[in-house]
Nanobody
């Protein structure tokens, strides 16, 4: 069964850090671009960061210099290291391929609050 399982979210104070993981099952991982997205209530899901099979990376302007995306093709896992977190980073974070596949995981909630 195709699955995307995001984990690592939580509640942190502004300036804190979190590391998200996305375990991909029954879907080819290597050879594809993978990305992290986030969504807040009432807003569209937005692209946070993407990493190509070559290792080329793109970040949304809002997270440049603070977030780092990485991939482990041997473990079918995508990572997002988040530092210097801000309240505006509060969202549910999802992973998916690019182009997006026809399903999503449950996501992982990140809340940045003092």
């Amino acid at each position: 069964q195709e699955r995307l399982v995001e984990s690592g979210g939580g509640i942190v104070q502004p300036g804190g850090s979190l590391r998200l993981s996305c375990l991909v099952s029954s879907v080819r991982f290597d050879g594809y671009t993978w990305a992290w997205y986030r969504q807040t209530p009432g807003k569209q899901r937005e692209l946070v960061a993407a990493i190509q099979p070559s290792g080329n990376i793109n970040y949304a302007d809002s997270v440049k210099g603070r977030f780092t995306i990485a991939r482990d093709d041997a473990q079918n896992t995508l990572y997002l290291q988040m530092s210097s977190l801000k309240p505006d980073d509060t969202a549910v974070y999802f992973c998916n391929r690019r182009p997006i596949m026809g399903f999503w995981g449950r996501g992982t909630q990140v809340t940045v609050s003092s």
